[in-house]
């Protein structure tokens, strides 16, 4: 049995885990994010990556007696993951629901243009295994679960919200992707590097290294973010949804000098792609498809403002590298969250 699939058993069998959070969780307040990302968001755009929402819950930090603990220890004997000099390590837990559409570049004919994008939605669930080691480290192990295709209500949420708005509807919808279980399993490990100044005022870099497997999207990625400001040590960036260069939900008030904090950030990504079901097409049935791109980067830039863990709010424009041959021009897309303490 290949190690992936055994990290995605392990992950698994922690998502059961969450029907009893008092069991697991120490006892300061969960953190939740709403996270949208979509290319109109500062712009009039309407292609492409053309939305994606994320719900997230972030819980407490682990004491020695919680259940996940098993998880994370589970994962460090099938891998060289969760383990280290730190002898008491920051472990976290994150919870997640999502959905992305994406959609070809003009919505206006039935049947679309076969060169273009094809339609697509992606819905689905997950779970997060978040350790930070020393304060300076943090590795994220994630498991997504849902389904594509028509099942995932893409044409339903893009065609009521034009409606709404007195926007025209998309009409290829009827020959989107087609329904598929989606699975993906992936591994990041971030670094915190601290450049000039302190907990007051300073500037450091955030390398990333990871790697995604899966029927939906499969990729090995690089990257790093350069941030300036205060209490930076609280987290490693702007969550996002993948695949992104990518913060985490990880989030530690201990870590704070004070209450408020924020900074401005600038990070790229380099991303191997070695699968994308949205470009590709289904699995195991005849479904449109183009030729992707198989090496794709993002260049992003943004603001992180929050007050101790009980308010917070990014925001940030990405600009990506083109993703199918025959792609007339990079997307740019904007992203928003808000996150508060229960």
């Not at 682990?62 to 004997?77: I, K, V, Y």
């Not at 000099?85 to 559409?101: K, N, V, Y």
């Not at 609280?234 to 904090?261: C, E, K, M, V």
């Amino acid at each position: 049995m290949s190690v992936a699939r055994n990290l995605t058993l392990s992950l698994a069998s922690c998502l059961a885990l969450a029907a009893t959070p008092g069991i697991a969780r120490a006892g300061d307040a969960d953190r939740i994010t709403v996270l949208e990302e979509n290319d109109s968001l500062y712009s009039s755009s309407d292609k492409h990556y053309t939305q994606g929402l994320r719900l997230s819950d972030l819980g407490p930090q682990l004491d020695a007696r919680s259940g996940w603990n098993g998880a994370f220890n589970l994962a460090a004997g099938i891998a060289p993951i969760f383990t280290g000099s730190d002898p008491a390590p920051s472990r976290r837990t994150s919870l997640f629901l999502g959905q992305s559409i994406f959609t070809p570049s003009n919505l206006t004919i039935s049947p679309p243009n076969p060169t273009d994008r094809p339609y697509g939605g992606w819905l689905y669930a997950g779970a997060s295994l978040l350790q930070e080691n020393h304060q300076s480290m943090l590795e994220n192990l994630e498991l997504d679960v849902g389904v594509i295709g028509p099942g995932a209500f893409g044409k339903q949420v893009q065609n009521n919200f034009h409606q709404f708005i007195g926007v025209p509807q998309a009409r290829g919808w009827s020959d989107e992707i087609q329904t598929e279980p989606g699975l993906m399993l992936s591994y990041q490990r971030l670094w915190r590097l601290p450049v000039v100044g302190n907990s007051a005022i300073g500037l450091d870099v955030v390398p990333q290294l990871g790697a995604t497997v899966g029927n939906v999207f499969t990729y090995g990625s690089a990257g790093a973010t350069v941030r300036f400001g205060k209490n930076l040590q609280a987290d490693y960036g702007q969550a996002r949804i993948r695949p992104a260069l990518s913060g985490t939900d990880y989030f530690d008030a201990n870590h704070l000098d004070g209450q408020l904090g924020y900074y401005v950030f600038a990070g790229a990504e380099g991303r191997a792609v070695g699968r994308n079901v949205f470009l590709d097409g289904n699995s195991f049935r005849q479904s449109p498809s183009v030729d992707k791109e198989p090496l794709v980067g993002d260049l992003q830039a943004g603001f992180s403002l929050f007050w101790s863990n009980n308010w917070r709010v990014d925001a940030s424009t990405v600009r990506r590298s083109r993703e199918y041959v025959g792609q007339s021009a990079p997307d740019v897309i904007g992203t928003a969250t808000v996150t508060f303490s229960m």
